[in-house]
């Protein structure tokens, strides 16, 4: 049984950080991407970042770029999300999830239960 596991999320003020973190349990995931999503209230659910099964290669929603960063040190490892600079619009709930392959807009078949971070202005 696989299972992912998200932690850190809460509700800070607009400018703060968070770090979201993504563990995995039951198997490592080699060769496959990671990513992180959101879903906020009444919004479809958007990808956000990838990785892939080292940290060589990073991908990111155009909104979050340069105050994201997603890392990893290898499959066997956990997965982070470092939000800097967070915004109102950044407020959702996050979700860790684990690529079909190792192509990051293919499909994801396993998910996590979801953090909700809240940003307030």
């Known amino acids: 049984q696989v299972q992912l596991v998200e932690s850190g999320g809460g509700l800070v003020q607009a400018g703060d950080s968070l770090r979201l973190s993504c563990v995995a349990s039951g198997r490592t995931f080699n060769s496959y991407i990671m990513g992180w999503f959101r879903q906020a209230p009444g919004k479809e659910r958007e990808f956000v970042a990838g990785?892939?099964?080292?940290?060589?290669?990073?991908y990111y929603l155009d909104s979050v770029k340069g105050r994201f960063t997603i890392s990893r040190d290898s499959a066997k490892t956990p997965v982070y999300l470092q939000m800097n600079s967070l915004k109102s619009e950044d407020t959702a709930v996050y979700y860790c999830?684990?690529?079909?392959?190792?192509?990051?807009?293919?499909?994801?078949?396993?998910w996590g239960q979801g953090t909700q971070v809240t940003v307030s202005s």
């Open positions: 990785i892939n099964w080292n940290g060589g290669r990073t």
């Open positions: 999830a684990k690529a079909r392959n190792s192509d990051y807009r293919g499909g994801y078949d396993y």
